[in-house]
Nanobody
Framework: QVQLVESGGGLVQPGGSLRLSCAAS????????MGWYRQAPGKQREFVAA???????NYADSVKGRFTVSRDNAKNTVYLQINNLKPADTAVYYC?????????WGQGTQVTVSS
């Protein structure tokens, strides 16, 4: 079955950096686009970034220039490098994949930006 496991979140001061990881299993990772979303307290889940099978990337306007999505097909893992973190980036971050018409999500990893 499809499984997505995020890691790498934590508490960081404004201006800091984190690298989130999402380990995938249960499907042929290299032939699927992968996405990152986040959900802040009291808000709806929102798109953050996506990466195609060819390595093309797409970002939400709010994170352009600070976030970088990448993938390692040999490790079945997608990454989200987050730089210059702001308090507004505080959220649970999820990776997802649309596999055979169904969206799958991981359990999420908490990112908290606070001084």
């Amino acid at each position: 079955q499809v499984q997505l496991v995020e890691s790498g979140g934590g508490l960081v001061q404004p201006g800091g950096s984190l690298r989130l990881s999402c380990a995938a299993s249960g499907f042929i990772f290299s032939i699927y686009e992968m996405g990152w979303y986040r959900q802040a307290p009291g808000k709806q889940r929102e798109f953050v970034a996506a990466i195609t099978i060819g390595g093309g990337t797409n970002y939400a306007d709010s994170v352009k220039g600070r976030f970088t999505v990448s993938r390692d097909n040999a490790k079945n893992t997608v990454y989200l490098q987050i730089n210059n973190l702001k308090p507004a980036d505080t959220a649970v971050y999820y990776c997802n994949v649309r596999y055979r018409g169904t969206y799958y999500w991981g359990q999420g990893t908490q990112v908290t930006v606070s001084s």
